[in-house]
C-alpha cells in the first residue's frame, strides 16, 4: 500500500498570504494524485487532480505541482473561505489518502 | 447534473451487519468505463477507501476490510449497495459513495455524497 505523508499537520497563516501544503507517497505514483478541501460537516471537494489541474470552478489562487513522490498545494492569497482541511491522495495503485493539513486563518 | 446520496441505518450493533446504499443520477453505472467507490472517514480521522465496482462488474476491495466487505450495483434503480460485516465501535464514522472519473484508467473521486454517519454501538 502506499503511504501518503502530509505536512503540517496545522497551518496558520494571515489573509492575503501564501500557503504550502506539501504531500509525500512512499512510492512514486506519476502525476496521479488530488487534492481535496473538507469544510466541517461537508463531504471532501475536488480542488485539483492530476497533481496540477484545477478543478471546475476552483479559484486561481489554488496550484498544485510535483509528480512522483513530492506534492504542493499553494494556495497564493489566503481567503478566509479557505480555512478547511486539505488532504491529498493517490490514486496511482488503488487509493490512500494522506492525514490532511488543517489550514488556519489567522 | 451529478448526484449521490447514502442511505441505511444511523445506528448499528456490534457485530452486525452493516448495509449502505448509495443513490445516484446524471450517469450511468452501465456506461464504459464507469466506476463507483465507497469511502469512510472516522471521527476526527483521514480517509479511507473501502471498495470498487466498475461498469463490467468488476469489484475490488481494501485489504484491510475485504473479507467484511460485499459491493454490489442494481443499474435499473441506480444503485450502489455496500454491505460490512461484523460491525465494531471502531467501524463508526461517515461512509461517502462517490464516482470514479470515467475518463481515464486511473482516475479520481470526481463527485462525492453528501455522507452517512453510521455509529456502532450496543
Known amino acids: 500500500e502506499i503511504v501518503m505523508t502530509q505536512s503540517p499537520a496545522t497551518l496558520s497563516v494571515s489573509p492575503g498570504e501564501r500557503a504550502t501544503l506539501s504531500c509525500r507517497a512512499s512510492?512514486?505514483?506519476?502525476?496521479?494524485l488530488v487534492w481535496y478541501q473538507q469544510k466541517p460537516g461537508q463531504a471532501p471537494r475536488l480542488i485539483v487532480y492530476?497533481?496540477?489541474t484545477r478543478a471546475t470552478g476552483v479559484p486561481a489562487r489554488f496550484s498544485g505541482s510535483g509528480s512522483g513522490t513530492e506534492f504542493t498545494l499553494t494556495i497564493s492569497s489566503l481567503q478566509s473561505e479557505d480555512s478547511a482541511v486539505y488532504y491529498c491522495?493517490?490514486?496511482?495503485?488503488?487509493?490512500?489518502f494522506g492525514q490532511g493539513t488543517k489550514l488556519q486563518i489567522k | 447534473q451529478v448526484t449521490l446520496k447514502e442511505s441505511g441505518p444511523a445506528l448499528v450493533k456490534p457485530t452486525q451487519t452493516l448495509t449502505l446504499t448509495c443513490t445516484f443520477s446524471?450517469?450511468?453505472?452501465?456506461?464504459?468505463?464507469?466506476?463507483m467507490a465507497w469511502i469512510r472517514q472516522s471521527p476526527g480521522k483521514a480517509l479511507e477507501w473501502l471498495a470498487r465496482?466498475?461498469?463490467?462488474?468488476?469489484?475490488f476491495y481494501s485489504s484491510s476490510l475485504k473479507s467484511r466487505l460485499n459491493i454490489s450495483k442494481d443499474t435499473a434503480k441506480n444503485e450502489v449497495v455496500l454491505t460490512m460485516a461484523n460491525m465494531d465501535p471502531m467501524d463508526t464514522g461517515t461512509y461517502y459513495c462517490?464516482?470514479?472519473?470515467?475518463?481515464?484508467?486511473?482516475?479520481?473521486?470526481?463527485?462525492w455524497g453528501q455522507g452517512l454517519l453510521v455509529t456502532v454501538s450496543s
Open positions: 492530476g497533481a496540477s
Open positions: 446524471g450517469f450511468s453505472l452501465n456506461a464504459l468505463g464507469m466506476r
Open positions: 462517490a464516482r470514479i472519473d470515467p475518463v481515464n484508467d486511473k482516475a479520481y473521486f470526481d463527485y
Open positions: 512510492d512514486s505514483v506519476s502525476t496521479n
Open positions: 491522495q493517490q490514486y496511482h495503485n488503488r487509493y490512500t
Open positions: 465496482i466498475d461498469w463490467d462488474e468488476d469489484k
